[in-house]
């Protein structure tokens, strides 16, 4: 990816759909306190006051979230069970993550498949868009149009835990390849470009641009 294609890219998307982007903000601030300690996370609080309403209303997900069967009492548990693998992720950046390091992959793939069978709010969609709100640093949404773009390139992409994984990797990859680009140019240090092309994108983190990205480029 060329740093010039994700700006340009990026900032399409951004013109289109600001006003939309106070809901996602407002979401992530609202969550601050168990993005620190998820063991806090309230059922009522934040489950169905934030992140339900962040699905439907950000996520346009009405017809998948708004059934009346969804156990969002189970989503809460689930996610208070999962501290320990949530606090391996806490304060690392997507740039220098290293996600083939043990405790890092194991805690992903253990927060995903410990989500992952909830009916519907366990969907690849759903589940990524409810663990990029819990850590915006570092997990990045995707959906069915992006899955299959990542797939063709490796194989191993799919939507278990494992294939969400190899999925990071390569987000990852391609977020550096754009940042090592620009570098040759301007001959910044990559944490200088990581902190310009965030403030050029209204503080959105690095995990959120390459979601931006994807979503534009995929429709």
Not at 46 to 64: A, C, D, S, T, Y
């Amino acid at each position: 990816m060329k740093y010039k294609d994700l700006i340009d890219t990026v900032s399409k998307l951004e013109e289109e759909y600001e006003l939309t982007e106070c809901i996602y903000f407002g979401a992530i601030e609202k969550l601050k306190e168990v993005q620190e300690n998820i063991s806090k996370i309230d059922d009522v609080k934040h489950i169905q006051r934030v992140i339900k309403l962040f699905l439907i209303n950000w996520g346009m997900m009405n017809r998948v979230v708004g059934r009346k069967d969804l156990d969002w009492k189970k989503l809460g548990e689930t996610l208070r069970s999962l501290e320990k693998e949530f606090r391996e992720l806490r304060n690392r950046k997507f740039l220098t993550i290293d996600f083939n390091e043990n405790t890092i992959s194991n805690a992903i793939r253990t927060i995903y498949d410990r989500l992952d069978p909830l009916p519907y709010l366990g969907s690849p969609t759903t589940l990524s868009k409810i663990l990029h709100v819990l850590n915006p640093e570092i997990f990045v949404m995707w959906d069915n149009e992006i899955v299959r773009k990542y797939k063709r390139r490796n194989f191993r992409v799919n939507t278990t835990a494992e294939g969400y994984l190899e999925f990071l990797k390569d987000a990852q990859k391609e977020i550096k390849e754009a940042l090592n680009d620009y570098q040759k140019e301007s001959g910044k240090q990559l944490c200088e470009i990581e902190i310009d092309l965030r403030n050029r994108c209204n503080n959105r983190t690095l995990a959120r641009i390459v979601d931006e990205y994807n979503w534009m480029i995929t429709r």
